[in-house]
């Protein structure tokens, strides 16, 4: 069964840290590019950022930009999102999605989803 599944979501004080992880099973992320997305109660889904399956070059929403990393690791068949200095408009469901190309990444036409995982930034 083709799934991606992201998780290490929780609770965290404003200025805390977090680091969510994204991998597959029943296949490898190796040929895909990767993106977190986020949705927060009555918003829109938006995306946070995204990383290619070749060249490993990233991109990032304005409200990431300086406080969250992106990066993969093809031998473990991960990617993680590191998010620092957390402001309580970062609550929402984060979600890692997967597209199959072979260079670069978009907001677009990703084929896999995960389920989500609840990040929760409040003092």
């Known amino acids: 069964q083709v799934q991606v599944v992201e998780y290490g979501g929780g609770l965290v004080q404003p200025g805390g840290s977090l680091r969510l992880s994204c991998t597959a099973s029943?296949?490898?992320?190796?040929?895909?590019?990767i993106g977190w997305f986020r949705q927060a109660p009555g918003k829109e889904r938006e995306g946070v950022s995204c990383?290619?399956?070749?060249?490993?070059?990233?991109s990032y929403a304005d409200s990431a930009k300086g406080r969250f990393t992106i990066s993969r690791d093809n031998a473990k068949n991960t990617v993680y999102l590191q998010m620092n200095s957390l402001k309580p408009e970062d609550t929402a469901v984060y979600y890692c999605?997967?597209?199959?190309?072979?260079?670069?990444?978009?907001?677009?036409?990703?084929?896999?989803w995960g389920q989500g995982t609840q990040v929760t930034v409040s003092s």
């Open positions: 990383i290619s399956s070749s060249d490993g070059s990233t």
């Open positions: 029943g296949f490898t992320l190796d040929f895909y590019a």
């Open positions: 999605a997967a597209e199959y190309r072979g260079s670069g990444c978009s907001w677009y036409g990703y084929d896999y």
